[in-house]
Every structure is written in C-alpha cells, then in structure tokens.
C-alpha cells in the first residue's frame, strides 16, 4: 500500500557529509509526522530527527547542530542533510512516516528498508 524509499547513504570521511532522501509513494491520503531513525549493531533503533506537515522538527541531541531535517510534501519526501560526522554516527538509518490512506484513517507508522551510513577514515 505504502512504499518509503530512502537512498544517499555511503561511506564517509569523519568531518564529511552526507544528504538522505526518502520518498514515499503509495496510496497516500495525508502523510503527518515524518522521520528518521538509525540503528547500530547491538544497540536499539534510536530517534534520530522528525518534522511535522506543518515543519515543525525535534533533533537527538547527539545530532543538533550538525543534523538538517527537512521535507517537500509536493513530492512526499523528506531529506536529513548531515554534516560534520562522526564514526559514532555510523548506522543503518531508516526512513519512518506516519500515513493516512483515506480521510477517514488515523494513520499509522511506515519503515523503509534502511541505508547504511558507514563513517571511516
């Protein structure tokens, strides 16, 4: 029904940058709060940004300041610009949006597949 698709991940220098991009497609009425997450090995899935439709964001506190949430909802997509990383940034990120199918839908949670970000001299 509803398909994110995120891609921009890669291999980094520590200092780098790095753009992520998620597009959703589907049968979409609405989509509300979108976001990414990151998981390391061995460690739980852990919030890293979210913007509101209307672009409100909250950031991690690990990443204020070097992380830039944002969002076009012309195109159903939202972007994490990330900028001086750290090896510590390194995870898979996951894309999430919360969906509504038709108006009368409350929405729930969508994932996409993951990309890796791998920060390494």
């Known amino acids: 029904q509803v398909q994110l698709v995120e891609s921009g991940g890669g291999l980094v220098q520590p200092g780098g940058s790095l753009r992520l991009s998620c597009a959703a497609s589907?049968?979409?009425?609405?989509?509300?709060?979108m976001g990414w997450y990151r998981q390391s090995p061995g460690k739980e899935r852990e919030l890293v940004a979210d913007?509101?439709?209307?672009?409100?964001?909250n950031y991690a506190d690990s990443v204020k300041g070097r992380f830039t949430i944002s969002r076009d909802n012309a195109k159903k997509t939202v972007y994490l610009q990330m900028n001086s990383l750290k090896p510590e940034d390194t995870a898979v990120y996951y894309c999430?949006?919360?969906?509504?199918?038709?108006?009368?839908?409350?929405?729930?949670?969508?994932w996409g597949q993951g990309t890796q970000v791998t920060v390494s001299s």
């Open positions: 999430n949006a919360d969906v509504s199918t038709a108006w009368f839908d409350n929405g729930r949670g969508y």
């Open positions: 589907g049968s979409i009425f609405s989509i509300n709060a």
């Open positions: 913007i509101t439709s209307g672009g409100n964001t």
